[in-house]
């Protein structure tokens, strides 16, 4: 079983269209994000939703727009698609507690080639 | 500054030989650190959390020393499948931030 699953898996797309990627977490965390992995190799945190609930919003451009419906399913909506937005975007989830250290799982990632 | 920094290598050493990354970090409110590993075109996975007084798994040792904002990764013994990018990664403490703050990475091959 797949604990933490995002589709879709590749994606090519022209500059100006609008996408979506889905993630959806089996394990019952209470804690989704959105990593970017540029071509550089730098994991950048983008959001993050607790509970359903927006904790964390980086400096990110609002052609991005996240969606959480329910606890285990976290989208990324793109407008207007840039050639800056190549990247792989990855997915985590995490159950949060009081405890410093803990394990965020990450899904496999979905790799955005905009042309 | 970058908030988390890492020699990105490539470190190329033969089957057996010991190796070791250094990563520093910037923010002396960071409370949490953990190196995960990442193979070529794949997600990344937790390899360890690193802990004040070091910690060991097997081959692999990490050690924090906060005077210094540094963490370190010993691996003993190196394995071809070993090879793979490894990332420091560091957490701040701060209400609802539980993201983590990554490191570009060291990447390693072990060559046999």
């Known amino acids: 079983d797949t604990a933490v699953s995002q589709t879709p898996k590749y994606l090519v797309t022209q500059m100006g269209n609008d996408k979506s990627i889905k993630c959806e977490q089996n394990l019952g965390h209470d804690t989704m994000y959105w990593y970017k992995q540029d071509s550089k190799k730098f994991l950048k945190i983008m959001f993050s939703y607790n509970n359903k609930e927006l904790i964390i919003n980086e400096t990110v451009p609002n052609r991005f727009s996240p969606k959480s419906p329910d606890k285990a399913h976290l989208n990324l909506h793109i407008n207007s698609l840039e050639l800056g937005d190549s990247a792989v975007y990855f997915c985590?989830?995490?159950?949060?507690?009081?405890?410093?250290?803990?394990?965020?799982?990450f899904g496999p990632g979905t790799r955005l080639t905009v042309t | 500054r970058k908030e988390v920094e890492q020699d990105p290598g490539p470190f190329n050493v033969p089957e057996g030989a010991t190796v070791a990354f250094n990563c520093t970090y910037s923010?002396?409110?960071?409370?949490?650190f953990f190196w995960y590993r990442q193979d070529c075109r794949k997600e990344p996975k937790l390899l360890m959390s690193v802990y004040s007084s070091g910690n060991e798994d097997g081959r692999f040792t990490a050690q924090l020393n906060r005077a210094s904002q540094y963490i370190s990764l010993l691996i003993r013994d190196s394995k071809l499948s070993d090879s793979a990018t490894y990332l420091c990664v560091v957490r701040a403490l701060g209400t609802g931030r539980r993201a983590l703050t990554f490191g570009s990475g060291t990447r390693l091959q072990v060559q046999p």
């Open positions: 923010n002396s409110a960071s409370q949490s």
């Open positions: 985590a989830s995490s159950q949060g507690t009081s405890a410093l250290n803990y394990e965020q799982y």
